[in-house]
């Protein structure tokens, strides 16, 4: 017999009369215990969104049995996740550290549910930091005529890692459509703008330009149109007149790494759903 | 046969397996759809909380009816509103505006869910003030001698009335024991200071003799313990050694106003439960 | 002989050694005392920026003598405001009354320094706000045929009346290039998001679409260029998921009043000096 | 002859008519330019304080000698600093690396004015955190037995090394009158809590037994009053209902560094002075 186990079900489907009761029934009836638990359903989209942290007795198998007719009955989208479980994670980066430091600070210091599996840098300026946390270091660089090669480098890692999550921790580089479509909603990356704002090169030049009184940076899960994929999460920081660009590059990272490890720890706890082009982000 | 309605349940109970199951159950087989739905189980005071959003084709009789053997199974404390109803609000004041001209211009204009019922005031300054807004202005002077008599007329009002919600929008007198004890859990206060933190009079003197870098207030409950309810919301703004003491208040008056409207909104939206000393804000 | 005055001094030319000495050393030979000063130097732009707060026992007219070498010798853009005298102000509006409403209030209650001469709407819907702030309020319709007499006769008031400010506070009309530059400098508009992202029509209900997590609005001096004016103050607000297009137009009104009010503030006060297409606020 | 020099000139003194003029006049009169100024007179102590940045063909010696007769006349506290040397540093830790990492990134990355002499801990635990980033160790356990001798080393290498700040980053012992008085104005600490607010230990367990809706921390001066110097920074974060006391340890300390870091940064740039129990912050 299958030993306990703390899971979160997450689920989406058609919004119509019954899912709560069905589905709490349902895991009610096998003994599991709801300790937490958040609906919503998107008048616009006409879809329902659920998010569920219950002890199952019986463990996941029995969870899932369990829910098999509902989801029949309701076109459940279902996922089932162990809590106690990292992500296995790869993180890309190209030369700045910052975003990264925080993350491998953060999982060894307040539980961030990721599992490095490799840091993957295009340079290998970020290699002792990786080692500094003990986490490989994979340097593939990425030029032109190499990049078909270095993607597929990547997404056969991801494939034999069984990787879960990919972060871009300010990786400077495109990903192909190919990959995005492969790896749709489990890469997020951290754009270093307040979207949609600034979209090109060098944001914070160009805020700087504008005079902005504020700056900011955006998580999303990325998709093949750049800059548009679901935002997870955003914030800003204040800005003067007196700021020259370098300063606000500095207060930008700030805001990013934030926002990044913010993102990164709602999607290992599983409070992150794809509802369309947005996201529904049980807080 | 009742019609259709749009209703709000709140409850909380020692939490204990099947609470989820068994109220959904029972709404859904009275046909109700339920819209949007937050749970929490708190593990320090081992209670449950739970906030429905439903739409039920026989009314709040029938859903009442219906979680009846939950009631009693759960020891549910339970609570059923119409969300189209505003509440029936007293609105207190004394010399200072900001907090009544806010409350009464998102009700008019946000649909803000409070009825005012009358707007009193120990001075009659505010008078025209409520008199724009078509809202009854009652002038009830406190005084040493004159206070047990004040607060008599208050309560009266309250019962007469059918008083849901009394907003203490900086309205400078101290209410008795005996009324915190009366309309315990419906009487909000927004406090001109971030708690714990600066208790007593002239805050923001208080605050720029500290030389403070920020100043917030608080929207908490009314208990008989001055200034210790369990807090609904709190903010703040920045400030700087150029600030004087009159600009704080200034900036002060800001954060109220946005804290107070905050705090009845989602106390009027049924958002709000208690939890001891604390409460459970379902955002 | 001219009695004690309060001054405000701001000036900017380009940026040379020597300019603050001459100008501290200036008004001090008359026996002035400085305040507050402040001082700034874009290193893009090469101009030098300077704010004087002083006590100057022989008034305006003994203070820009004393200065008239400096200008000349540095080619001084110099501007001697009386700090006591608030500005005489054109508030412009259409059927949303939240950015009027705090500005009235503020004037009344916080010193805002401005002296409202007219409030013209295109609507009459907030006549009664006006009259009870006790403020004139003209309606002059704006039709594709009336335009340019409508125009007219708001710059037959601005000189009329003598008028320093215009506020556009949800005014929901362009005004023409020719208004634009004729008042340039002394138009603050409050736009509805949080530049440069979403322009056009419905902002917050592009917002609402696109999932954004955070709501903004801008105040900035009204050019030709649409939305392009130099940024006064920017400022932000959190939403969710679960906000509806209706509650983010709340939350965004609270944003834009705060904002506008807090530019007006700025500009009352000669904080705000342009800088080409940006400004320096000196706070 | 001394080389060109780019400066920081600080001072503070009683304020009365003159001191903008004859500061200006005789940096002016030696041919320095200044790039950046700002004063502020505080009414209620009747100080006047002012920063200006400056260029200085003939080095710091000139400026001294050409500010003497002011500083006579005016009683000028007068501080000179070389804009391009950062502070030698000694940073202070117990076993929690959140501020020290983040200090010792910022002086890597984003010129953090500080030059670390050495990270002495209490505990051994950051030793491999200081090595990779190449900053010397200093292990000084600290007992009731032997805090004088451990203090007395601390005193001994600020004086051996010309230490000209000491950052408390989460050192969770208390330093001694003696060793506040000496270093008086040079040691910054983070306090893990929102002044005044929540004193004591475990602030973030008292914050979420009162149920606040905000945590912070506050960066100040030590003095030999625990917890009541001047301070330089604050600021806060949000959390809910649902935070337990160790989320919201990890929400505080990402404020935690961020606060630290802005009042380092804001100290080694000489924007900070002393006006009584606060702090004047040139921003």
């Known amino acids: 017999m299958a030993a306990s186990a703390h899971l979160i079900v997450t689920l ?13 029934g349902a895991v009610c009836a096998i003994g599991c215990n709801i300790i937490q638990s958040q609906q919503f359903g998107d008048p616009e989209t006409g879809l329902f969104f ?3 942290e ?12 369990a829910l098999d007719p509902a989801v029949r009955e309701f ?12 992500a296995r994670t790869i993180i890309m980066v190209s030369k700045e550290g910052h975003c990264l430091a925080d993350l491998l600070y953060r999982r060894d210091t307040h539980g961030l549910g990721i599992d490095p599996v490799a840091v993957v840098g295009n340079h290998p300026d970020l290699a002792p930091l990786a080692q500094f946390y003990s986490v490989p ?10 990049k078909d090669h270095a993607e597929q480098q990547l997404l056969d890692l991801v494939r034999s890692e069984n990787v879960e999550l990919v972060v871009l921790a300010r990786y400077m580089q495109i990903l192909s459509d190919r990959v995005c479509e492969e790896l749709k909603g489990s890469v997020i990356n951290i754009h ?4 949609p704002s600034f979209k090109g090169a060098r944001p914070y030049a160009q805020a700087h330009k504008r005079g902005v009184k504020l700056i900011g940076a955006t998580a999303h899960y990325v998709t093949p149109d750049l800059d548009e994929g679901p935002i997870i999460e955003q914030d800003v920081t204040r800005v003067s007149h007196a700021d020259s660009t370098r300063e606000m590059v500095a207060l930008g990272q700030d ?6 490890a913010q993102a990164v720890r709602w999607h290992t706890e599983h409070r992150v759903l794809l509802n369309g082009d947005r996201t529904v982000v049980f807080r």
């Open 12 to 24: 989406s489907c058609p919004d119509r009369p019954g899912i709560v009761a069905a589905v709490s």
């Open 50 to 52: 659920m998010r569920i």
């Open 54 to 65: 219950l002890d199952a007795p019986g463990g996941e198998s029995a969870v899932r049995e």
């Open 75 to 86: 076109s459940l989208d279902l996922r089932i996740a162990d809590q106690g479980r990292p």
């Open 137 to 146: 270091f994979l340097n593939i660089p990425v030029t032109v005529d190499t």
């Open 192 to 195: 270093h703008s307040f979207l």
């Open 255 to 260: 805001v990013e790494r934030r926002v990044l």
